[in-house]
């Protein structure tokens, strides 16, 4: 019913920048949270920033004031905004929207395909 499409990835140089986009289409009735999660190699995928419906912010600790997450709701789209980036925020990043579909009222995660973000030293 819905579909995530995640553009943005890339590979950088250490202390470089990338904005990520996540834009959400198909069925849709409104979408709540947003959020950003991340996959390094050889580990769990981990929450990077998430915001509300309100605009309310929420970050992990490793980001360090470095990353923005912001939304635009006429959109159905998530940005991540990466300054300062690192080798160790090399992974590969997923966006996730909670959606209310036209036909199931209820709030549902959705998952974008993850797109590679490399950082080199």
């Known amino acids: 019913q819905v579909q995530l499409v995640e553009s943005g990835g890339g590979l950088v140089q250490a202390g470089g920048s990338l904005r990520l986009s996540c834009a959400a289409s198909g069925n849709i009735f409104r979408i ?3 959020a ?15 915001i509300t419906s309100g605009g309310s912010t929420n970050y992990a600790d490793f ?3 470095r990353f923005t997450i912001s939304r635009d709701n006429a959109k159905n789209t998530v940005y ?23 036909t199931q009222r209820m709030t549902y995660d959705y998952w974008g395909q993850g797109t590679q973000v490399t950082v080199s030293s």
């Open 32 to 34: 709540n949270d947003m």
């Open 63 to 65: 980001v360090k004031g």
């Open 80 to 102: 991540l905004q990466m300054n300062s980036l690192k080798p160790e925020d090399t992974a590969v990043y997923y966006c996730k929207q909670g959606v209310v579909t036209t």
């Open 36 to 50: 950003w999660y991340r996959q390094p190699p050889g580990k769990r995928r981990e929450l990077v920033a998430a």
